[in-house]
């Protein structure tokens, strides 16, 4: 396993990280997870030495959270914890985001809702202290706290010993400078993958000049990059692959675009040994700026297959041609 530092913090992360948000379960994610399964899988993470492992409160209302510190007791130091905070439930402070599971989600950077986040994660993640602290999403209009205040707030935190670095999530450019005028902000999370390209266009660049490290989610696509998700996969009312305007990859006939992409790939597949998963994550993790890739995981099965990615090292021309073709695959037609 390779490891490198979140920004100029002196928190060294494996550059696979294990994404935790489908071990929250719920209806989004078609069907259950088994807890037991999930602390399973997280430790078998920590024996590979994958020791990021990146959560959030509003994965499963806590659930997440509990579970990787389920996982973690008596192997503390064995982890690099990465949790969030911004997205509030408990009353209407903040903007109102989403409904989700018949809970009305606020975005909120608010100093006393941050301050109540962190004591609950501290209290669900069994831990005394957080090793990366990220904004989940900025705030926003009507209640748009500003980022002095929600920076000035998560410092203190830091010098009080409860977090070790701050990040930030789902930012534009102009918010993560705005950010990083502001306070020392070592990583920045955000959504991209072989097909949803536009971090190249600015973020990655960026924080590539700044020394800011970069935690990429979605990069298999929900799955959709394995090659596991056919034509005849039927998806249960509610599932975020359901939502094919947020991603209209999963329209059928942009489905059957990509899978017959893939299928273009058993030479490559064939050459490294490899799996198309394994083949789509080490190509994620060789972009320029891409320093930290999470992969979601839900069992110790998709565990292993996704370290078979940690080593494997794309020869140039084969990354010039994977980029080639998902160039040529164009646009998802609209929902």
């Known amino acids: 396993m390779k490891y490198k530092p979140l920004g100029a913090s002196d928190v060294s992360a494996s550059v696979l990280g294990l994404g935790a948000w489908v071990l929250g379960g719920g209806a989004?994610?078609?069907?259950?997870?088994?807890?037991?399964?999930?602390?399973?899988?997280i430790q078998a993470a920590l024996d590979e030495g994958m020791n990021l492992i990146d959560t959030a409160p509003?994965?499963?209302?806590?659930?997440?959270?509990?579970v990787v510190g389920e996982a973690i007791r008596g192997r503390r130091d064995k982890a690099v914890v990465a949790t969030k905070c911004g997205l509030w439930w408990a009353d209407d402070r903040g903007s109102f985001f989403t409904e989700l599971?018949?809970?009305?989600?606020?975005?909120?950077?608010?100093?006393?809702?941050?301050e109540i986040e962190v004591e609950n994660s501290l209290r669900r993640l069994r831990t005394d202290y957080i090793d990366l602290y990220q904004t989940h999403w900025p705030s926003c209009p009507p209640e748009a706290t500003p980022v002095p205040d929600t920076m000035a707030c998560l410092l203190k935190l830091r010098d009080q010993g409860k977090l070790r670095a701050i990040g930030v999530s789902n930012v534009s450019l102009a918010e993560l400078r705005e950010n990083l005028e502001c306070g020392p902000v070592v990583s920045d999370q955000f959504r991209y993958s072989m097909l949803h390209r536009q971090p190249e266009q600015d973020i990655l660049p960026f924080c590539a000049q700044h020394n800011v490290a970069t935690l990429t989610y979605m990069s298999l696509e929900q799955g959709l990059l394995t090659g596991k998700v056919g034509m005849d996969r039927q998806f249960s009312a509610g599932e975020f692959r359901t939502n094919t305007a947020w991603n209209p990859w999963y329209l059928p006939a942009n489905r059957r675009k990509v899978l017959d992409l893939l299928g273009r790939w058993k030479t490559l597949t064939d050459k490294y040994h490899c799996t198309l998963a394994q083949l789509v994550i080490a190509w994620t993790a060789a972009q320029t700026g891409v320093t930290h890739v999470l992969c979601g995981t839900r069992n110790p099965a998709q565990l292993r297959e996704n370290l078979g990615a940690a080593d494997l090292a794309l020869e140039p021309d084969d990354l010039a041609r994977i980029r080639h073709d998902v160039v040529a695959l164009g646009e998802p037609a609209p929902a």
Not at 28 to 41: A, I, M
Not at 58 to 66: H, I, T, V
């Open 58 to 66: 509003a994965y499963g209302w806590g659930r997440s959270e509990r």
């Open 101 to 114: 599971d018949g809970k009305r989600l606020y975005r909120s950077l608010r100093p006393d809702t941050i």
């Open 28 to 41: 989004v994610w078609g069907k259950d997870t088994d807890d037991r399964e999930s602390v399973k899988t």
